[in-house]
């Protein structure tokens, strides 16, 4: 059965945004990309909540025509265009690139998604995060620790009833400073 991968950067201190929704401190380099695409390659799908995926679908559908876009940038491109999407939204009406619409987290639905063939699921978004969670359906973390601190913003984790136990399978530091911590359920 496949997974439910939380994978989210988010700062020192917690946020995966400003309050602005700022996202200009997420140190990404080639390293870290290429990384991203390593990891990204053998999953099944990605779980996205509407504003990540109007975000994603309003720049990599084409970043890979720039000539001034990098390697593993335009290398991306092609993974996202590539992946099945689902996208997690009331609102939306359309999605492209290989993208089904769900309205709602059904915990059964998800079931159902996690049993279908395929490699793993990649979950992100802080609201459609904090929903998956609430209905405990995530089965690991992949949390990129940038280094620096934004003082205020989104969290990643919203507040929670209790704790939530989880084993630390492994970290990584990458040259730009970011810290990858990975957790399993």
């Known amino acids: 059965m496949r997974k439910i991968i939380l994978m989210m950067s988010m700062s020192l201190d917690g946020f995966i945004e400003g309050p602005e929704r700022q996202i200009d401190w ?39 025509a720039d000539p001034e876009i990098t390697g593993p940038m335009a290398e991306f491109a092609g993974i996202w265009r590539d992946m099945p999407k689902y996208v997690y939204s009331r609102t939306l009406r359309e999605a492209g690139w290989n993208s089904t ?14 049993a279908a063939p395929g ?9 459609l995060a904090a929903e998956f969670l609430r209905h405990d359906l995530v089965d690991a973390y992949r949390i990129y620790v940038h280094p620096v601190r934004i003082g205020r913003g989104k969290p990643l984790f919203p507040p929670v009833g209790g704790p939530a136990p989880l084993r630390l399978e492994g970290t990584h530091a990458f040259g730009n400073g970011v810290v990858l911590l990975r957790y399993a359920r």
């Open 26 to 64: 997420h140190l990404v380099d080639d390293e870290l990309h290429r990384h991203f695409n390593e990891e990204l390659r053998s999953f099944g799908g990605f779980l996205n909540g509407r504003v990540t995926y109007e975000l994603m679908a309003g720049f990599w559908p084409t970043a890979d």
């Open 101 to 114: 619409i769900v309205r709602d987290v059904v915990p059964s639905e998800v079931a159902a998604i996690k």
């Open 119 to 127: 490699g793993d699921l990649a979950l992100s978004g802080a609201d």
